[in-house]
């Protein structure tokens, strides 16, 4: 059966850190489109509780308790949903410093998260105390270009995933940053690198094609974009084939509406990088 994609922005994004939804969805298409609904956080760093009243621009803002409160509240209004987070979910605060990412992985666990990828900081207690923490984690940490299999994280990870909403079979998988440079190495061990563009290429081509998915999605903790050639989630939109949509973390950015890339065959990509962004997919069944 084919299927269409429509995706239209109606509402621009608050502030992220006070998790304003960013809404894309449909308008003027007939009752008979199947309607995703796509949750995704991104570097929350362990911010467990709201950032504090000290006069700071993001005073006030954030917290786990408002976002549980705020994707409760939108599964409320939506029958099909996916809720993902694009990396850097440990450190920032003393949380982490304390419990090593035990209750930011049993909090994600509790308001439901599907799929996560992981970030460069998830890596500051090591691998052996990663690969630990995990056990608290009732969803999966996607990653198809680190090989893991000579470091404890062996076997903790999977290189993608496949949901099926409302007839809809969407396929994730995530990538991370080159870690050599930016991490201590004693903290990623044996971890090898593979080239993100390489592997996406790959991945979701075999989502696509072999798992007869929908809807691809990348969880890219590569960085929104460089002065220099590093590999960036608008290169990797330029550069792949068949990714709908990459929801990135890393620099930080916040957009106030998702970047389009058009590549060269005709298609688009979709980027988006704030840090709690809600966006609503529409299938026409033709």
């Given at each position: 059966?084919?299927?269409?994609?429509?995706?239209?922005?109606?509402?621009?994004?608050?502030?992220?850190?006070?998790?304003s939804?960013?809404?894309?969805?449909?308008?003027?298409?007939?009752?008979?489109?199947?309607?995703?609904t796509?949750?995704?956080?991104?570097?929350?760093?362990?911010?467990?509780?709201?950032?504090?009243?000290?006069?700071?621009?993001?005073?006030?803002?954030?917290?786990?308790?408002?976002?549980?409160?705020?994707?409760?509240?939108?599964?409320?209004?939506?029958?099909?949903v996916?809720?993902?987070?694009?990396?850097?979910?440990?450190?920032?605060?003393?949380?982490?410093?304390?419990?090593?990412?035990?209750?930011?992985?049993?909090?994600?666990?509790?308001?439901?998260?599907?799929?996560?990828?992981?970030?460069?900081?998830?890596?500051?207690?090591?691998m052996?105390?990663?690969?630990?923490?995990?056990?608290?984690?009732?969803?999966?940490?996607?990653?198809?270009?680190?090989?893991?299999?000579?470091?404890?994280?062996?076997?903790?990870?999977?290189?993608?995933?496949?949901?099926?909403r409302?007839?809809?079979?969407?396929?994730?998988?995530?990538?991370?940053?080159?870690l050599?440079?930016l991490?201590?190495?004693?903290?990623?061990?044996?971890?090898?690198?593979y080239?993100?563009?390489?592997?996406?290429?790959?991945?979701?081509?075999?989502?696509?094609?072999?798992?007869?998915?929908?809807?691809?999605?990348?969880?890219?903790?590569?960085?929104?974009?460089?002065?220099?050639?590093?590999?960036?989630?608008?290169?990797?939109?330029?550069?792949?084939?068949?990714?709908?949509?990459?929801?990135?973390g890393?620099?930080?950015?916040?957009l106030?509406?998702?970047?389009?890339?058009?590549?060269?065959?005709?298609?688009?990509?979709?980027?988006?990088?704030?840090?709690?962004?809600?966006?609503?997919?529409?299938?026409?069944y033709?």
């Amino acid at each position: 059966m084919n299927r269409r994609l429509f995706l239209q922005q109606t509402t621009k994004a608050g502030s992220a850190l006070a998790f304003s939804p960013f809404i894309l969805n449909s308008q003027g298409i007939d009752e008979e489109l199947i309607h995703l609904t796509i949750l995704h956080t991104n570097d929350v760093h362990s911010r467990i509780e709201p950032f504090p009243m000290d006069g700071s621009r993001n005073q006030g803002l954030g917290g786990a308790a408002r976002r549980a409160w705020l994707i409760s509240e939108i599964r409320k209004k939506s029958q099909h949903v996916l809720l993902l987070d694009a990396g850097d979910m440990l450190q920032g605060t003393p949380y982490f410093n304390v419990f090593g990412g035990e209750l930011e992985f049993k909090l994600m666990s509790e308001m439901g998260y599907d799929a996560a990828t992981i970030g460069n900081h998830e890596f500051d207690g090591g691998m052996e105390s990663l690969a630990r923490q995990l056990q608290h984690a009732d969803f999966p940490i996607l990653n198809a270009n680190y090989d893991f299999s000579e470091t404890p994280m062996a076997g903790k990870t999977k290189e993608f995933k496949v949901f099926e909403r409302g007839g809809i079979r969407i396929g994730v998988f995530g990538l991370g940053i080159e870690l050599e440079g930016l991490v201590p190495a004693a903290l990623y061990g044996n971890t090898k690198y593979y080239d993100p563009v390489i592997t996406a290429n790959k991945i979701a081509d075999t989502l696509r094609f072999e798992h007869a998915c929908d809807y691809v999605i990348c969880l890219s903790h590569l960085g929104y974009k460089y002065e220099d050639s590093k590999v960036s989630d608008q290169i990797l939109a330029k550069e792949t084939r068949e990714i709908d949509l990459i929801l990135g973390g890393h620099t930080h950015t916040f957009l106030t509406k998702p970047d389009v890339v058009q590549r060269s065959n005709g298609r688009s990509v979709t980027i988006s990088t704030n840090v709690l962004t809600v966006f609503f997919a529409s299938i026409l069944y033709l």
